[in-house]
């Protein structure tokens, strides 16, 4: 899993940028449930569980990177067991007890390429949740594909590791690639490790139609980006989706 290979150098600024930017958009409703159990669905390194743990909710982050787990635990260290993390697959996840919001933070639902897995992914938030449960997730759209994606070249330099990602965009295919090259930073140097990350374009009638089939009785889009600076571009990136259970 390609995920493996970031592990702390995943941590670089655009990366907490929007984990902060989805906290903004999501911390009024996590602060209204708290201190009830919320989870982060891909939870990653942890930068948005360590935030939502903030709100005094009960977080269960989980993700299937064993590498990003482990940063997200030393991060989240402080808040004992009010805050847990599991490895877990999203496309088949049985969660106990029921949550009062699921989140899925910096388009983990477009890792998913095929329609059928996020299909199990909705599935498996709305087995997640209590009724009346809200799950939130973004999802990029055509215009980040074709703006930030297409024939970029990005370089990273973080605390624990560099990062280099050049990304393409195939609109036939709806498909986004970033080859990355990591330079994660060890006590006896750099270890440089490659990866290929896929994305796929969902667009917002499939989105709609795969949450309302999983049994969400509501699911509502709104444009989005969690950029600060993104006034200055000629669109946002991402679609902001809200379901209700
Ligand atoms: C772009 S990162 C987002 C991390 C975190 N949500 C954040 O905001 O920083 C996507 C995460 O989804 C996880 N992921 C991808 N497919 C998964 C799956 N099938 N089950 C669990 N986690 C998965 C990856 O391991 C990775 O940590």
């Not at 390194?45 to 590498?67: F, N, Y």
């Not at 498996?124 to 070249?153: H, I, M």
């Not at 994660?184 to 990350?197: D, N, T």
Request: proline share 4%; aromatic share 12%.
């Amino acid at each position: 899993m390609h995920y493996d290979h970031l592990g702390a150098a995943y941590d670089q600024a655009p990366h907490v940028e929007v984990a902060e930017g989805f906290f903004r958009a999501v911390r009024g409703l996590a602060r209204a449930r708290a201190p009830g159990l919320v989870l982060d669905l891909g939870c990653g390194t942890g930068l948005l569980t360590e935030l939502l743990a903030g709100t005094g909710c009960r977080v269960r982050g989980v993700d299937i990177s064993r590498a990003m787990l482990r940063v997200a635990r030393r991060r989240c260290r402080r808040f004992g067991a009010r805050v847990r993390f599991a490895a877990g697959d999203l496309l088949d996840l049985r969660t106990a007890p029921p949550a009062v919001a699921a989140f899925a933070c910096a388009d983990v639902v477009n890792h998913f390429t095929a329609e059928k897995d996020v299909a199990a992914f909705f599935r498996s938030a709305w087995r997640s949740l209590e009724p009346g449960g809200v799950f939130v997730f973004d999802a990029l759209n055509r215009w980040c594909f074709e703006t930030y994606w297409k024939g970029q070249t990005y370089y990273f330099e973080g605390k624990s590791g560099d990062l280099v990602m050049e990304c393409d965009w195939d609109p036939a295919r709806r498909l986004g690639t970033a080859g990355m090259v990591v330079y994660a930073r060890g006590p006896r140097g750099y270890a440089k490790r490659r990866a290929v990350l896929r994305e796929r374009l969902h667009d917002d009638a499939t989105l709609r139609r795969l949450l309302l089939r999983a049994g969400f009785s509501r699911a509502d889009a709104a444009p989005w980006s969690p950029w600060t600076d993104q006034r200055e571009e000629a669109s946002v990136d991402r679609t902001l989706w809200t379901a209700v259970r």
